[in-house]
């Protein structure tokens, strides 16, 4: 089994930053893909930014040029550093791996969620 502990949210004033960290342990051979994901009340769940092992990233349009996803792999971790926060980036943020365990099979997990909330 694998945990994906979250931890950083909170609240913020508009313009403000926040850094999102998620770390993974357990039964781990290697981690593939690593995100962050956010879902507002009403609304689907929305992929933020994924970062694969080899550091490439990618940006939800509407974080783009705001928010910075890292990973450093000898710790199993993933940032997500928020920058120019606005209101509409209120929402539960949920960092999702893909992990190879050690029987080589790949499996999905979550981690609990972090609220973000952001006041105008």
């Known amino acids: 089994q694998v945990q994906l502990v979250e931890s950083g949210g909170g609240l913020v004033q508009a313009g403000g930053s926040l850094r999102l960290s998620c770390a993974a342990s357990g039964s781990i051979f290697s981690i593939n893909f690593m995100g962050w994901y956010r879902q507002a009340p009403g609304k689907q769940r929305e992929l933020v930014a994924p970062?694969?092992?080899?550091?490439?990233?990618n940006y939800a349009d509407s974080v783009k040029g705001r928010f910075t996803i890292s990973r450093d792999n000898a710790k199993n971790t993933v940032y997500l550093q928020m920058n120019s926060l606005k209101p509409e980036d209120t929402a539960v943020y949920y960092c999702?791996?893909?992990?190879?365990?050690?029987?080589?099979?790949?499996?999905?997990?979550w981690g609990q969620g972090t609220q973000v909330t952001v006041s105008s």
């Open positions: 970062i694969t092992s080899g550091g490439s990233t």
């Open positions: 999702n791996a893909e992990v190879t365990g050690w029987d080589l099979g790949r499996y999905d997990y």
